[in-house]
C-alpha cells in the first residue's frame, strides 16, 4: 500500500501564501523557504541546503539546486531544476543578506 500523496497548491493558494509571508519578519527568507518547498524540498534538506548547492562556479545564482547525500534522506542527493521564481527569490535575498 503507497502512503498518501501530498496535496498540491493551486495558484490562488500560492498567491495567497506568498502575500501573507510579505507581512513577517523576514519575508525574503521565508518567500525562499517557501518556494524551496514548492520544488519538493523536505524540510531537512531545506534546513541543510548551502550556499554551494544553488550557486554555479561564478558564485552566481544557477538554474539548479544540487542537493548533495548530506542534505538528503539516505544516499538521495539530487539535480533539482530551478524556476525563475526561486531564482530571482535567492538572488534578491543574497543581495540583502551581504
Known amino acids: 500500500m503507497l502512503g498518501k500523496q501530498a496535496k498540491i497548491l493551486t495558484d490562488n493558494q500560492i498567491k495567497a501564501v506568498l502575500a501573507y ?5 523576514n519575508p525574503k527568507r521565508d518567500r525562499v523557504i517557501f518556494l524551496l518547498s514548492l520544488h519538493g524540498l523536505r524540510a531537512r534538506e531545506i ?4 550556499i554551494s548547492m544553488v550557486t554555479d562556479v ?3 545564482v544557477g538554474t ?4 548533495e547525500d548530506k542534505a538528503s534522506k539516505g544516499r538521495s542527493g539530487r539535480i533539482i ?4 521564481a526561486l531564482k530571482a527569490a535567492l538572488a534578491e535575498w543574497f543581495s540583502t543578506a551581504q
Open 21 to 25: 509571508l510579505e507581512k513577517g519578519r
Open 64 to 67: 539548479v539546486i544540487a542537493l
Open 58 to 60: 561564478r558564485g552566481e
Open 81 to 84: 531544476p530551478m524556476s525563475k
Open 47 to 50: 534546513a541543510c541546503l548551502t
